[in-house]
Structures are given as structure tokens and as C-alpha cells.
């Protein structure tokens, strides 16, 4: 065998394609790849791994061989460098590489009719273009292109492997955040400046996992959304309870937003998961501008500074002169004491309390009975209903519009 593959490769030109200047010159490369594990993908750099075995067969008439009970033998990496072998690379690769631990992982095998097999052991980190607007219920199509870096299609053909699976995986193939589904393979030509190339093309569709994100992410949202609404039943007089209460929630919900979109590309649109946390964090600044209403209506204020038993404020006759004549100087001509605001509807209550109507809020003030005490708003009582089941009814239309209606 030694003084045969001597003589096979004692005129042999590695830089010359099998079969140049004879009457075939386009050669034809079977090609076929096993996925042997896969992952990791990275979103924010749009690239995903996997370690593969790419098999790939052609025929090369300098070395035929005949020998008595011989038809194929084996062959060391070494010989590849001594022998013509495609320049396949893949066009979307990114920092793709061949193991060369404890010796390079490659092998060939020559056939008695010319017959070639070369299988190499390969990490392929190629570019895949995610759309994340459903993130993280989203769904991935992650391709791989495999051509000649130099040849054209006059003089190379890249084709599947007819008796073999084109793309071989293994059962239950999974990664920590998708779940591979089938894959499609085609034969395409594409143009280029020096020509048309033949390429391979292979699309792995994969869709994520939705677990890590429900108890890392959604969960903790629910439980902080429905924390801010205890604050509805809590005293109105109870302030800094209240105020600390709503801003806790928003300043904890925007944490995990800042933590989910760190590794995320900065898209120019909202995902999924996006809508969801601005919703959240629209609900608990809600609750927050809900207690700001309740205190604008509220009649017994709490005396600053003075004895704890005290529950009303008492404004001095000075204050009410100076509150008088500003009125006066306006043209107002109100009797703050005396005078008292006719009942008014909801809408305008709601206008005066944005407005910041200091006029309404004073006479109401001044309206309470000594000894008084505050009663639960009216405020408090619809924001225990209306909060809970306008969240309910979003997070019904969410997971429909995302889970059930298809992506296009």
C-alpha cells in the first residue's frame, strides 16, 4: 500500500482539479453533514454554533488504483495535504474552526476507481438573522450556505448526497433556549462578480423555549403588578405607606427590563416582551397616579407638625383673608367660608383634579365638620376592580395575539 500511494502521488498536482483538460470539466462534489451537538444562540450578536461532520465525495482519475484484495483503503489527515480536496467554506460562517485536538480531525478514503470520501470534524458559528418581534415566543430560521470560495459553476458542482440523509441529526436535539424542529435543504445558484456558484443551502427552523423566561420574567411581573394594587386598600391617610409601595414596584419592574434586554440587539422595534413590560410598568405608575387623585379629593388632612390626635387642618383667619383677596384682586368674589360649590359631575371633578384646582380642593377642605374622619374613596373602590380586570383582559389578548395567531 505505501509503494502504491508513492507511485499514485509521484506526478500528482495538488493545485489542479481532478479531470482538467479532459473531455468532463465540471466536477461534482456529493455533500452531505451530521450535526453532532448545537448551540449556543446568540441574539445579540444574531450568530448560532454547532459542531458538525461534513462528509463530501468526488472522483479523481489520477488515482485509480488496481491491487489484489484492495478495493478502498483509509488514510491519515496527512495525506490531504498532499492531495486535491474542494475549497469549501461556508459564506455566512462566523469564526468557524477544525479540531486539531489530539491530532487534526479529518480523514480520507480512496477507492479503487478514484472514488474519493473525506470527512472532517468542524465547530460552524454561522450568522443567523432573527426577527425578534415575538420574543420570546418567537420562532428562528437559521440558514447555512456551503459553496466554493473560488470555483464557478463551468468548473464545480456542489450537490446533496442522494443515498444519505443531507442534514443528519440526532434524536432529541435541544438547547438551553430552542428546540429544533426539521430542516430544509435546496440546491442554489447564486451570481457573483467572477460568475454563477453552486451553493448548498440548509434552513434549521427552531422555536424557543419558553420556561426560563415565564419564571424569570413573567412571574415575578405578575406578582409585582398585583403587589401594587394592595396599596388600594390601604388608608388614604397612610402616605408615605402608599407612595413607597408604588414606587418600589416601578423601580422593581424596570429592573428586570433593563436585565431581559441586555442581551438583546438593540432593534428599532418593540418584542414581545417589551410590551409586556411597559404594560406592567404603566399599571404600577398607574396605582402610584391613582393615589395622587385619591389624596387631591380628600377632606381631613393630617396636621403637619402637630399632636398625632389632630386629623383636620385648621387654617388660620390671616389665611383666609390673603386667600380672599387674591380672589377678589381675580374678580372671583368668593366667600370661601360661606359660599360652597354646587354639585358637580364626574368629569368636571376629574378636569379640576389634573387641573390642580386649588380653589375646589380648599373649599372641600373647609367643608369638613369638626371631629370628621375620612371615609375609603370612591377612587379606591372602582381601582379594585377596574385595575385587576383591565390587566386580566391584556394578558387574554397578549398571549391569544402571540401564541395563537401565526407569524408572518
Known amino acids: 500500500v505505501s509503494r502504491l500511494l508513492d507511485k499514485l502521488l509521484e506526478n500528482y498536482s495538488k493545485h489542479v482539479t481532478p479531470g482538467y483538460g479532459g473531455k468532463s470539466l465540471i466536477l461534482r462534489i456529493s455533500t452531505d453533514f451530521a450535526i453532532r451537538s448545537m448551540g449556543p444562540i446568540t441574539e445579540s450578536e444574531m450568530a448560532y454554533s454547532m459542531q ?8 479523481d482519475d489520477r488515482l485509480k488504483f488496481t491491487i489484489d484484495n484492495f478495493t478502498e483503503f483509509t488514510l491519515s489527515n496527512k495525506v490531504l495535504k498532499s492531495i486535491w480536496k474542494p ?10 474552526k477544525a479540531h486539531n485536538i489530539t491530532v487534526p480531525n479529518a480523514f480520507v478514503r480512496i477507492r479503487h476507481d478514484g472514488r474519493l470520501y473525506m470527512s472532517r470534524r468542524l465547530t460552524v458559528r454561522a450568522r443567523c438573522p432573527l426577527m425578534l418581534s415575538r420574543f420570546p415566543m418567537d ?3 437559521c440558514p447555512l ?25 440526532p434524536e432529541g436535539l435541544t438547547m438551553a433556549t430552542y428546540e429544533v424542529g426539521w430542516v430544509d435543504t435546496f440546491n442554489v ?35 409585582i403588578v398585583s403587589l401594587s394594587w394592595i396599596s388600594f386598600w390601604i388608608n388614604r391617610d397612610a402616605a408615605p405607606a402608599r407612595v413607597l409601595l408604588g414606587v418600589t414596584t416601578i423601580l422593581s419592574t424596570a429592573q428586570i427590563g433593563m436585565s431581559v434586554r441586555e442581551g438583546l440587539p438593540r432593534v428599532p422595534y418593540a418584542t414581545a416582551i417589551d410590551v409586556f413590560l411597559n404594560v406592567c410598568l404603566v399599571y404600577d405608575m398607574a396605582a402610584l397616579i391613582q393615589y395622587a387623585a385619591v389624596n387631591y379629593f380628600t377632606k381631613v388632612m393630617p396636621v403637619e407638625g402637630g399632636d398625632e390626635e389632630e386629623d383636620e387642618i385648621i387654617i388660620s383667619e390671616q ?20 359660599q360652597g360649590y354646587r354639585k358637580i359631575g364626574c368629569y368636571q371633578m376629574l378636569w379640576r383634579c389634573l387641573s390642580g384646582n386649588s380653589d375646589f380642593r380648599l373649599h372641600r377642605v373647609n367643608s369638613v365638620k369638626p371631629g370628621a374622619t375620612n371615609s375609603v374613596s370612591d377612587i379606591d373602590l372602582m381601582a379594585r376592580i377596574l385595575f385587576p380586570s383591565t390587566f386580566i383582559l391584556f394578558n387574554v389578548c397578549y398571549w391569544v395575539l402571540y401564541l395563537h395567531i401565526p407569524q408572518s
Open 52 to 59: 458538525i461532520y461534513l462528509r463530501q465525495r468526488w472522483y
Open 145 to 169: 450556505y456551503i459553496a466554493s470560495y473560488g470555483y464557478t459553476t463551468s468548473d464545480l458542482i456542489y450537490y446533496w448526497n442522494p443515498n444519505a440523509p443531507n442534514v443528519d441529526m
Open 319 to 338: 389665611e383666609h383673608e390673603r386667600e380672599r383677596e387674591t380672589l377678589l384682586l381675580n374678580n372671583a368674589h368668593v366667600d370661601l367660608e360661606h
Open 189 to 223: 445558484t447564486r451570481m457573483t462578480t467572477h460568475g454563477p456558484q453552486s451553493v448548498l443551502e440548509v434552513q434549521i427552523h427552531m422555536h424557543r423555549n419558553l420556561g426560563f423566561f415565564i419564571l424569570q420574567t413573567f412571574l415575578p411581573c405578575y406578582l
Open 139 to 141: 420562532k428562528a430560521s
Open 87 to 96: 475549497d469549501t467554506y461556508f459564506i455566512n460562517g462566523k469564526n468557524s
